[in-house]
């Protein structure tokens, strides 16, 4: 297909996809947005939720921070804390759902963090039901 | 010539540091597999942070008001030196390599008569530099106590560098480390990480201007330290593959060497063994005979 883009998802650790998709699902900084082939060149960041890659199979990721740049169809994601939704266990949910509780309920938390962990929180919660 | 009980003490005690060279090897072996893993997987993502920062850097079109990180200071008084060394020896020229490289750059440095600022991290690193170049050490980090280095460590290295930035203390930061290239060849390397837009001789024909979302200004201020971070973060698997790798040739031939020396030492102490032999039956044969 001639709709088709590269897409490359690293983390430290390893190159975790590597492959060709026709629509991409991004949890970005100030709303989700979805990329299709020709996008202009883009750099973004990535908020807590989920990146769902469409191409021969449907694949989802649970992301909480990342930077994303689009430039020539190819798509490169660089995230630090990216997981398999399938790796993920309903006991692991339940106990980063708890930490984040945690994490918001400590004084002195500036907005953006506050956002963003009530935002990981509410995705997070959204993936358990 | 020594007796045939120094001998065989000798052989004994080659014997027994040819069993430890060994053990060192094979535990080098196992280590290197997990690490030269980890180095190569870890390598994209470092690849592609800097890629994008200077894709970043192209599409910045106000020098003047880029943040310092990605620019510089537009001075260039003072270096910051990050020399990434292990923390063990008896890896070989591991350790050495890295000081070599960086001993050049420091001469360089200092004979431009600039500023010399050096973080140590690693204590085989600081244990080579401190003679010559004491004065210069600002801040010695040795990760001695963890068995495994994490990204969080790495981080910890690039908030400080980050910091001390901050507060002008340099104006160019370039980090050594020895790169893995295979298990005989490790390459010492420097690598600039402030400021982090590298002078391209190329032209720059496609003008990609960027989409930026949240905007630009926020974007690199996220990213620099992160992109420093995990450079230091690639120096460090790159390093602790190095490591092991140097250190497994090094024990390979050190058993070699061993096996040799035990091989020549029992010849030796087989001879004077016949020596003796001989000797005794000449003084009894020759005793027999006066009779």
Request: net charge positive; aromatic share 6%; hydrophobic share 35%.
């Amino acid at each position: 297909m001639s709709e088709d883009f590269n897409v490359e998802i690293v983390s430290p650790e390893k190159s975790l996809l590597k492959e060709k998709s026709n629509s991409i699902i991004l949890p970005a900084y100030e709303g989700e947005m979805t990329i299709l082939s020709n996008h202009i060149p883009l750099i973004t960041f990535l908020k807590p939720g989920i990146i769902k890659v469409s191409g021969n199979s449907e694949k989802k990721y649970f992301v909480e921070d990342g930077t994303v740049e689009f430039s020539n169809n190819n798509l490169t994601i660089l995230s630090s804390t990216i997981v398999d939704l399938k790796d993920l266990s309903k006991n692991k949910i339940s106990e980063m759902i708890e930490n984040t509780k945690n994490q918001l309920k400590e004084e002195n938390l500036d907005d953006k963090k506050r956002y963003i962990f009530s935002h990981k929180l509410d995705c997070l919660s959204g993936i358990n039901q | 010539m020594p007796s045939l009980d120094d001998l065989r003490k000798r052989i004994a005690s080659v014997k027994s540091t040819q069993k430890i060279t060994k053990a060192m090897k094979m535990v080098a072996a196992a280590k290197l597999r997990k690490a030269q893993e980890m180095a190569e997987k870890g390598r994209p993502y470092s690849d592609k942070m800097n890629l994008i920062i200077q894709n970043l850097s192209k599409a910045i079109n106000d020098p003047m008001n880029a943040p310092k990180l990605l620019v510089g200071t537009g001075q260039d008084k003072s270096h910051l030196c990050v020399v990434m060394t292990a923390d063990r020896g008896l890896c070989g020229g591991f350790n050495t390599n890295i000081v070599k490289q960086a001993k050049k750059y420091f001469n360089k440095v200092l004979k431009d008569s600039k500023k010399l600022k050096i973080i140590t991290v690693g204590t085989k690193g600081l244990d080579q530099l401190k003679r010559d170049y004491g004065k210069y050490i600002i801040k010695k980090i040795n990760f001695k106590d963890k068995k495994k280095l994490t990204f969080k460590d790495a981080e910890l290295i690039g908030n400080e560098i980050v910091k001390l930035f901050k507060d002008n203390e340099f104006d160019k930061c370039v980090i050594f480390f020895n790169k893995f290239k295979n298990v005989m060849t490790q390459i010492p390397q420097s690598q600039q990480v402030i400021p982090a837009k590298q002078e391209n001789k190329e032209k720059e024909d496609e003008n990609s201007s960027y989409e930026f979302e949240p905007e630009e200004d926020e974007i690199l201020e996220d990213l620099l330290p992160k992109n420093i971070s995990t450079q230091i973060y690639k120096g460090f698997l790159e390093n602790s593959a190095s490591e092991q790798g140097s250190r497994m040739t090094a024990m390979d031939n050190a058993t070699r060497n061993a096996g040799d020396l035990v091989d020549k030492l029992t010849i030796n102490y087989n001879r004077s063994r016949q020596a003796a032999i001989t000797k005794e039956l000449i003084e009894i044969i020759s005793g027999a005979e006066s009779l």
